[in-house]
Structure formats: C-alpha cells, structure tokens
C-alpha cells in the first residue's frame, strides 16, 4: 500500500486540489470535504485508490471518502499537505471580509427559489434536513474517542464490581477518584458540543463554549439555592427546577450538565447574530465587539429562553421514549435494529446517537444501545460470515478486507469498514445480515420481557439498559444490564447472519459463476504456448504477432500472463499511440505523481468518429476497479502492483458515451483481455483529450518505476518496466 503523505496527496489531487477544499472533519472512518467545486472530483481516480473503500458525493458540496480505522493519521496526512494550512483544525478559518464559508453554505442551505412549488420547497426541505443532520454529526464525531474512553472505564468498573473487586464505595476516596475519571466528560458535555457546534458554523469557538461554560459555574447553579427560588422535581425523570426571579423576570434555572440539547440550539443563535455582526462591524474593531456584543445577548437569551426550551424538549423527548420502551418494549426491540442498517449508511443515526447521551443524564440509563448492539453484531457477524467464505475459497482480497472490518468491529464497535468495505458492494449480504437483526431483535425482546432490568433509581424495566454511551463491542459488554441477557442477543444477531452467509454465501449465482470461471481461465492459462510467453518477455512487438489486428476491430491477441524479465515486470501499452511523460499530460493530477509514475499514450493519428479501439488489460490480475463510465479501471496484480488505466482526460462528463465496457469490477483478467472498447474520435469531438494514462498507483513502495517515453506502441508492448 501506498505511504500515508501518497495516499493524502492522491486523495486531494483527485477531489480537485487543495484549492478546492473548503472545510475537513473526519469521523471514526470517513474523511467529511467540504468543496468549492464538487464536479472537479476525479470518480474514478477515488474508485481506483487501494486505499480508499468508497468516495461519495452528498447534499450540496460535500463529499466524503471513507478510508477505515486510517482515517485519524490520513486526516493529519492531509492537513500536513501544502496549501491545506488554511483549513484549521476541521475548519476553514474565517476571513475578516466578506461573506464567512459557511454563509455560503446556510445560504444555499435555506435559500428561496423563484417559483415555490412544491418540487421547490421539497428540495429546500431537503438540503435544511441533510444540513442539520451534518451539524448534529459534526458536533458530537470529534469527541467520540473520548466519549468512548469514558465508557471503557465504566464498563471496567462494571466488570471489576461484579467480580467483587472494587476499589471502595462511592463515598470513598478511591471509588471517588475513579467516577470522576469518566464523569468529567459527561458532566462538561455541553461546553464541548457548544465548542464543536461552534466551529461548525464558523463562529469562534471558545465564545460558544465560554458562554454555555456560564451555566455551569456554581454561581449559577446556587440559584437554585436562593430563598427566593420556587423549586420541584420532575416525578419521571427525577430533574430538580427552580424559578428565580432575575432582575424581577422569572428564569427557570436548571442543572444543564450533561445536556447536549441546549448548546445545540444555543450556538445556532449564537452563529445567526454573530455573522449578522460581521458584515456591520468594522474589521478592525471585530476582536473586541464581536465577543462582548455575542456574549451580552445570548447569556440571557440563553438563560431565560434557549436554556428552559432545551431541557423541556429533551425531557419531552426522553420521557416519549421512556414510555415507548416501558409500555412497548418488544416492539421497540425488534424495530430499531431493522431499522438502523438503513440510517447509518446516510448518517441519519447521529440524532439517536444523541438521545442515547440525553437518557443517561436524565434517567441515569439508556434503552436504545441494547437493541442498537442487535444490529451492530449482526453487521460483524456478516463480515464473519465472508471472511469464512474467503478463507474456503482462497480469496485473499477479500480475507483482508473482512480481517480488517472484523477487527475494528468487534473491538472499536466500528460498523463502516464492514458497510463500505463489503456490505454496500454485495447487497445479498443485507438480506442475511437483517436475518441476524431480526432474530437477535426477537430474542432481547422476549428475554427482557422475561427478564426486566433494574434501573439505578429502582425502577424495573423490560429492557436491556447501558449505564454509559458506548460504542457496542466486545469490550463494552460489561456497560449492560442484564449483561447475560445482552450476550446472548448480540450472540444470535452475529451467528444468524454469520451461518447463513457461510451456506447460502454471499455473491449471487452469477458473481459466484463469473468469479469461477475467471479462475478456471486463469489455472488453464498455465498451458500456454512459450514461443508466446517469450515473445511477450521480450516487449511483445505486435508488428511480429499475426494475431494482432491494428484496424479497429475487437483485439484478439491475448498475453498469457503479466511478462516479467530478469525480476523485472513489463507492463504493456493498453492501447496504441506515442508515449509521453507525465510532465507533458494536460493535467495537474497526473502530472504531479499523485496518482504514480507512469505515462500517457497518445493515438497515432488524428481519431476518427465512429472507429473503436480495444483497450486491453496491461497486465495480469484482479480487477478492483471498473468506472461506471467505462473511462478506468484499476488492475492489481498478484504481486501487489496497482495499476490505473485511466482513457482520456474530462472523460468522466460524456457519462459513457463513447465507450463499450467489455469487463466488470472484480473479474480476475489476463494481460492482453479486452477491457473496453473506445471511441477517441467521439472523445476529441466533446473536447477532451484522447490520451490514456497509465500509472502505477503504488510506486512509492516500487523499488522502481520506469516508463518508456517518447516511442510508438502498439497494445501489449512495454510502456512501464517496474522493479520491487
């Protein structure tokens, strides 16, 4: 694979440049871009990167990437690139004139259209949805890794306790060292979203925090301490309330620790008047006005408006959810892990993600991780399933991939590696998989009718409960309650699928036949002519071969195996043309390196419309890559060397015209196989260059990668010799 600062430098030359980058966050596997252009994204420069298991474009102009547990150092790999220093940190920093990035962004987010039909208001309902859910997500993905940090510790202490091992009581010293371990995550939750919602709408984040950091503060807090305070505790959720008259105004003062509803909705005022503030002004008085005049009207809007609608919405919102677990809980079980394999692939989760922190803080447990867990299992048990099929059948491409997405699911609770990685690419795979939640779904239903959980405050309940947020892994287990009553849920969600796959597999018939016979041409290859071996050992001159036909037609020649000369692999011309060098490539991608060394192959003469030329395989291997639009393919071989083959440049906006795709994404190819047919002369009419590009995506880890320049070829001839 290719080094972290290759794989960073191919990422953004392939989504348009560093000057195309506006905003970056990542989670716990996607990198999040936020681009000025999203039609300069290379599809299939993306597609065709080992290192990358899926590129996605999303509402407006985002677009994400999804790399794996990598993410976090890609993410720094990226950012260390030259001309990424103005993207700060997951943000774009804000210039002092003019229009913020993100006003543009809410802009396009809410603005009108011409005529509101309904087609019109619909779609504005739509970037308002996915913006919101992208604010959620965005406010809660930077501090998952400590939110997980803290559940670990309770689950030990879970663990530890049940075993009889405890460090002393709640009232000891030790007992008390340990609970703020974790709790001081949880009790200052509301300035770390209130910092992150912040900086998500470009406003300065330690404003946002500071001002939610006020409520917090004993000062406060001893409101509610008062003489003159009315108090009185909710009888469902236990929250203590008290109004206190304030500058002779009434305000509802309560214990906002652990709250994520109110910073959310605060920082949303906060960014309307702070950008309001920005365009009226002057840039040189900004630093002192634009905090004090921030701070002077949301701490009050915040403490008798913002702040009492917050804790009655996410109370409201609890207690519904409390009432559906307690007089529904069957249901309730069995639904939200059928639902959730569909929310978590277009990031519609984060919102549960948050009503699990909400129930915690105000009735001291969740009930939606259990169930949750059903469906997360199920996932992994999947993936099992594959990598036993894998295992069988000798597939080595898919035994990584699926070590990988087990891996960091059983351990980190990560459902994205298997998603994207495998899941999303069989989508056989989704039928037994939701086999798995329903069954699991049925069983934590039925045994937490039959065996009710104990809430901290005494309650009893029909449901698995967690005492933290936690991302559902093996190491997490102990966070639940009945813990046995959990095992053996998650235990069914992961078999059922994981024994279905195993049987039935997870390819449909005709992916089973293809890949077969591909394999079966492959072993009878071995029995090839060796004057033919020899010729193709020797650059294949495709002038001596009298199966070679130069005039258009289909290809016929075909070259037994990738030719390799004195441990040197020879890397044929997929097409016929002068090679050039990169340097001389009409575009910044390629000519960069980005993508690897490697060269261009321009046509002999001035194309004609309607004459199709094969482009066959370069060499021998797996085909990880297919472009929709037939323009690229990316071929590995059995040694480990990733090659492009990218036909023409701008060629991804003819949307296949032109071209005639003659192989699929995960058919196993021989040096020489036609991969498609294409019409240059089509390509020069829509105004795109006609040259074909050939790189070796991997040659930093080549020992070395020499192109031969500056000679015409024909198809299968040496174009790239490679030395490992």
């Not at 990424?84 to 997951?90: C, F, I, S």
């Not at 409520?215 to 203590?240: E, K």
């Not at 917050?310 to 892990?337: D, E, K, T």
């Not at 991608?589 to 192959?601: I, K, M, P, Q, W």
């Amino acid at each position: 694979m290719a080094s972290e600062r290759d794989t960073a430098r191919a990422i953004i030359a392939a989504i348009g440049g560093a000057g195309n980058v506006r905003g970056l966050t990542h989670c716990a596997t996607r990198l999040r871009f936020e681009l000025a252009d999203v039609s300069r994204v290379d599809q299939a420069a993306i597609d065709a990167n080992p290192a990358i298991l899926a590129g996605f474009p999303r509402q407006g102009d985002r677009y994400q990437v999804v790399i794996g547990g990598d993410v976090e150092n890609i993410y720094h790999a990226v950012m260390a690139l030259p001309g990424m220093t103005d993207v700060d940190a997951d943000d774009v920093a804000t210039a002092d004139t003019g229009t913020t990035p993100d006003d543009a962004t809410l802009d396009e987010a809410v603005s009108a259209t011409p005529i509101p039909t309904f087609t019109a208001w619909r779609e504005r309902g739509a970037r308002w949805l996915t913006w919101f859910f992208e604010y959620l997500s965005d406010s809660f993905r930077p501090i998952i890794g400590v939110l997980l940090g803290a559940s670990i510790i309770i689950a030990i202490v879970n663990l530890t306790t049940a075993f009889g091992m405890t460090v002393g009581g709640d009232d000891s010293p030790g007992g008390t060292f340990v609970t703020v371990m974790w709790k001081g995550v949880f009790y200052f939750l509301p300035i770390i979203v209130a910092y992150n919602a912040s900086r998500k709408l470009k406003v300065d984040p330690w404003l946002g925090a500071m001002i939610m950091a006020a409520f917090m503060t004993p000062q406060y807090t001893g409101l509610m301490d008062l003489p003159t305070a009315s108090c009185s505790v909710d009888a469902t959720l236990g929250m203590r309330s008290c109004v206190v008259p304030v500058f002779g105004v009434p305000m509802l003062v309560s214990d906002y620790s652990g709250n994520v509803f109110v910073p959310l909705l605060m920082v949303l005022a906060l960014a309307g008047l702070y950008h309001g503030l920005r365009r009226v002004v002057p840039a040189n008085m900004r630093m002192v006005f634009l905090p004090f005049l921030s701070m002077a009207v949301i701490t009050p809007l915040t403490g008798f408006v913002i702040g009492p609608f917050g804790v009655w919405l996410s109370n409201g919102i609890c207690a519904a959810l409390a009432w559906l677990s307690v007089h529904a809980p069957f249901a309730f079980a069995v639904m939200l892990p059928l639902i959730y394999p569909f929310l978590v692939p277009v990031g519609l989760h984060w919102p549960l993600n948050a009503l699990m922190l909400m129930n915690v803080q105000m009735l001291g447990y969740d009930f939606i991780q259990g169930p949750m867990a059903v469906w997360n299992f199920a996932c992994f048990g999947s993936t099992a399933g594959v990598l036993i099929v894998s295992l069988r059948e000798h597939d080595k491409a898919m035994r990584s991939t699926a070590l990988g997405a087990l891996t960091a699911g059983l351990l980190g609770g990560l459902t994205e590696p298997s998603l994207y990685g495998i899941h999303l690419r069989h989508r056989l795979i989704y039928r037994r998989m939701l086999a798995g939640c329903a069954a699991g779904g049925v069983v934590i239903g039925v045994l937490g009718l039959m065996f009710p959980s104990v809430t901290p405050s005494g309650t009893v309940v029909h449901v698995v409960t967690a005492s933290a947020f936690a991302f559902t892994s093996l190491l997490t287990i102990p966070v639940f309650d009945p813990m046995w009553v959990y095992m053996v849920s998650i235990g069914v969600g992961f078999i059922v699928p994981m024994l279905l796959i195993v049987a039935l597999d997870y390819r449909t018939p005709e992916e089973r036949a293809r890949m077969r016979a591909a394999d079966a041409e492959v072993a009878d290859s071995g029995d090839g002519n060796a004057a033919d071996d020899d010729n193709a050992a020797n650059g294949g001159d495709a002038a001596d071969n009298d199966d070679t036909v130069n005039d258009g037609s289909a290809m016929t020649r075909t070259v037994e195996a990738s030719p390799v000369e004195d441990g040197v692999t020879l890397i044929g011309s997929p097409v016929p043309g002068r090679t050039i060098s990169l340097d001389d490539v009409d575009d910044p991608v390629f000519a960069s390196r980005a993508l690897g060394e490697g060269v261009g192959v321009l046509p002999p003469s001035d194309p004609i419309s309607g004459v199709e030329t094969p482009v066959i395989a370069p060499v021998s291997g797996i085909l990880k890559t297919v472009a929709k639009t037939g323009h690229a393919f990316g071929i590995k071989t059995d040694d480990d060397i990733e090659v492009l083959v990218h036909i023409g440049i701008g060629t991804v906006k003819m949307q296949g015209t032109g071209f005639a795709m003659m192989a699929s994404k995960g058919a196993r190819v021989r040096a020489g196989d036609v991969l498609a047919t294409v019409d240059f002369g089509r390509i020069v009419e829509s105004g795109c260059n006609a040259v074909t590009v050939m790189t070796v995506t991997n040659s930093s880890r080549m020992a070395t990668v020499s192109p031969v320049l500056d000679v015409m070829l024909q198809p299968g001839d040496t174009a790239i010799r490679v030395e490992r």
